[in-house]
């Protein structure tokens, strides 16, 4: 059983960054591809990011491409997601998940566990 806890999220004027992170405890945390996913009120959850579990390939949503960059760092059992050049439509709840197996989805089905989310609120 993995549990995540994302931290990070707050309130950022437009053209502005924040930095998300997400703790991993109770499972081998390199064994995991890890993604960001977002809710916005009325939507559904999107894909956001991915990570694979070395770290060495990254996959984005074309919406947050070249603003957005997910890392992870195996020694700190921890993943972030670094948000710049932030934008009103980027509000939602942040989700951070965890991913054991090997298909590479984007659908937030595939993952098998989730953090509580983080708000990140982006208004002027």
């Known amino acids: 059983q993995v549990q995540l806890v994302e931290s990070g999220g707050g309130l950022v004027q437009p053209g502005g960054s924040l930095r998300l992170s997400c703790a991993a405890s109770g499972g081998t945390f390199r064994s995991y591809a890890m993604g960001w996913f977002r809710q916005a009120p009325g939507k559904e959850r999107e894909f956001v990011a991915r990570?694979?579990?070395?770290?060495?390939?990254?996959y984005y949503a074309d919406s947050v491409k070249g603003r957005f960059t997910i890392a992870r760092d195996n020694a700190k059992n921890t993943v972030y997601l670094q948000m710049n050049s932030l934008k009103p439509e980027d509000t939602a709840v942040y989700y951070c998940s965890a991913d054991g197996s090997y298909s590479g989805s984007y659908n937030p089905s595939q993952y098998d566990y989730w953090g509580q989310g983080t708000q990140v609120t982006v208004s002027s």
């Open positions: 990570i694979s579990r070395n770290g060495g390939r990254t």
